[in-house]
């Protein structure tokens, strides 16, 4: 009953009283554990050149850094404002070309028959090679990383909402010409909320590629951001500060993608509330 | 017993209605030289055997699709026929699907009120005050502001057909609507299908495979042959409204269900013997 009058606090209780948290905290354990016997106890082949799991922490959390970047220096946030800025850009142009552009795909086959097959060839294309072109085509060095961030991910959000819009089923489509809808109408009751759950698979996608898209386009090019730092740092013989920014890219990047899906579930409760039954 | 005067408007008359699927080469006939007429505020079941073409007649009626051949009239005005090959899509003859249609994404009470909202024909609330209205008559009153998937499959079928009726359609189709449910689930669904029929006087078109339904709920019954489907035998079901399941008991009940058995019986062995000629479709 309480359940029913605080839906999320419940929720989130439910999930406290059960396993999952303590599993993932052992799984989490585990995994520094392993770290730690390989490479800082026992230095195992491959792994002995490995930054240690203890020299990493200790640099990340140091107040005085040995090769610069820790949470105490304002470079790091740096790094990583840079980051999201561009993933941010870069996920919002995707998303607000990328899914009416799947939505008018998917609903008139006449425009889908002109611009699909072009899409299919560019989709495979992959990211790097789109490297010299995007610096051909954009001056400074900031627009081609965002450029390069932005191509992944609205290939995916366009062809997750095309395919959300195909995954309804006819007969809402029908029902609601039968109540007397326009078609005008049936997109905005029945094709945009019947392909929400894919828009949103997309949007998660999307969130993903983009990362990983933007650690390989700040590599070749920009300065600051979290890719920079690991290219950088490599070059530089840095090797704990690798590490931190490998690990921070994997906390920022689960964070976007649970807004992400946070978002979607605020959209779709009706969802939410079947998986719940 | 009667029900009182019949209502002024839902008489279908189809006639000598024709449509073909596939080429030339490969043509096959869905419904061919098919006539028979609906009167105004009866529940006309069609049984036929399964891919015999009824539902093909049913989405021509609906408008969903066109005719080759031959004419469908409402109230003797042109649905479609000569000059008009397709029905226009309308909420006068909405249809109740077989694995229903309610959105998802609604509550059940934005369900029932979306018809008169997307018409304009009510404003937002007043059409949300008619639909708790129904619901509640309906004994769905519980029912209005949870989803459809938070609610059994059975209340779901009668909620589905409370939003056709929140429109004042003239003519109801369902096609089998029933088909997925449980025996038990489905006694209930036919006793609250009557008692709404029963209130609302409307045309129904019913479509179904099981013969028990289709003489407990029919006016009359229309057997269908196998493909091209046209009526092989009309039953007419002398048994009065309002009927309740103990009417199952009756002679006359056990008749008709004996008679409509044998005529499908005998157009389910010559679909049976087609099929083998001619391999599955």
Same mark, same amino acid.
């Given at each position: ?18 396993? =999952? ?47 610069? +970047? ?13 980051? *999201?800025?561009?993933?941010? @850009? ?5 998303? =607000?070309?990328?899914?009416? !552009? ?31 072109? =995007? ?32 995954? $309804? ?22 094709? @945009? ?15 993903? +590629? ?19 730092? $690991? ?10 500060? $690798? ?23 605020? !959209? ?10 | ?11 279908? %008359? ?23 007429? +609906? ?5 006309? /079941? ?10 093909? !007649?049913?989405?021509? $009626? ?54 008169? @909202? ?13 639909? %708790? ?25 009668? @909620?589905?057909?409370?939003?056709? *009726? ?53 006016? %009359?019954?229309?057997?269908?042959? =196998? ?46 013997? /087609? ?7």
């Amino acid at each position: 009953m309480t359940n029913a009058r605080a839906p999320h606090l419940g929720r989130f209780g439910a999930w406290l009283r059960s396993p =999952a948290p303590y599993l993932a905290l052992t799984g989490y354990g585990l995994f520094l554990l392993t770290w730690y016997l390989t490479v800082d106890v026992f230095a195992v082949g491959r792994f002995a050149r490995m930054p240690g799991i203890a020299s990493i922490f200790h640099e990340w959390l140091s107040v005085d850094p040995t090769y610069g +970047v820790s949470i105490h220096t304002p470079i790091y946030y740096q790094h990583i404002v840079m980051s *999201l800025g561009r993933v941010g @850009i870069a996920f919002a142009l995707a998303t =607000a070309l990328g899914v009416p !552009l799947g939505l008018l795909l998917g609903w008139s086959p006449t425009v889908k028959e002109y611009v699909f097959p072009v899409f299919e060839v560019l989709r495979p294309i992959p990211i790097l090679a789109w490297v010299p072109l =995007a610096i051909i085509m954009f001056s400074g060095s900031e627009t081609p990383v965002v450029f390069l961030t932005f191509l992944a991910s609205f290939f995916a959000t366009t062809l997750n909402t095309l395919l959300g819009v195909r995954s $309804i089923e006819p007969s809402y489509v029908l029902a609601a010409r039968c109540l007397g809808a326009s078609r005008t109408q049936v997109f905005r009751h029945v094709i @945009i909320p019947g392909a929400l759950p894919f828009i949103f698979t997309g949007l998660q996608i999307s969130v993903g +590629v983009a990362w990983f898209s933007l650690v390989a386009a700040e590599m070749v090019s920009g300065q600051f951001g979290l890719g920079y730092l $690991i290219n950088t740092s490599y070059t530089m013989v840095q090797y704990p500060t $690798i590490a931190i920014a490998m690990l921070t890219l994997g906390l920022v990047g689960y964070s976007t993608s649970a807004v992400v899906r946070l978002v979607g579930d605020q !959209l779709m409760s009706w969802r939410r509330r079947e998986h719940a039954r | 017993m009667s029900l009182g005067a019949s209502p002024a408007r839902g008489a279908l %008359r189809i006639e000598r209605a024709v449509k073909a699927y596939g080429r030339d080469g490969a043509r096959t006939l869905a419904v061919d030289d098919c006539s028979f007429d +609906v009167a105004a505020g009866e529940i006309c /079941v069609v049984v036929g055997p399964s891919g015999c073409g009824k539902t093909t !007649l049913l989405n021509a $009626i609906a408008g969903f699709h066109s005719l080759d051949g031959g004419s469908i009239h409402l109230d003797d005005r042109l649905l479609c026929g000569p000059g008009r090959p397709r029905a226009d899509v309308s909420s006068e003859r909405i249809v109740v699907f077989q694995d229903g249609a309610l959105f998802p994404w609604k509550t059940n009470l934005d369900n029932v009120a979306f018809g008169p @909202i997307v018409q304009g024909t009510l404003s937002r609330a007043a059409a949300r005050d008619k639909a %708790r209205g129904l619901l509640a008559d309906a004994g769905l009153g519980g029912y209005e502001d949870v989803y459809p998937s938070q609610t059994s499959s059975g209340v779901r079928r009668r @909620i589905e057909i409370v939003r056709a *009726l929140m429109n004042d359609p003239a003519v109801l189709l369902l096609d089998e609507p029933y088909r997925a449910l449980d025996a038990l689930t489905k006694s209930v669904m036919h006793e609250s299908l009557l008692e709404l029929y029963v209130r609302n006087r409307l045309t129904v078109f019913f479509i179904t495979h099981d013969l028990d339904e289709a003489i407990f709920l029919g006016r %009359r019954v229309v057997v269908m042959t =196998a493909r091209p489907c046209r009526p092989k035998a009309i039953l007419d079901v002398d048994l009065p409204y309002p009927r309740t399941y103990d009417v199952m008991g009756e002679r006359r009940y056990r008749d008709l269900v004996q008679e409509a058995t044998t005529a499908v019986h005998e157009e389910a062995m010559r679909a049976f013997d /087609v099929g083998d000629k001619e391999g599955p479709s």
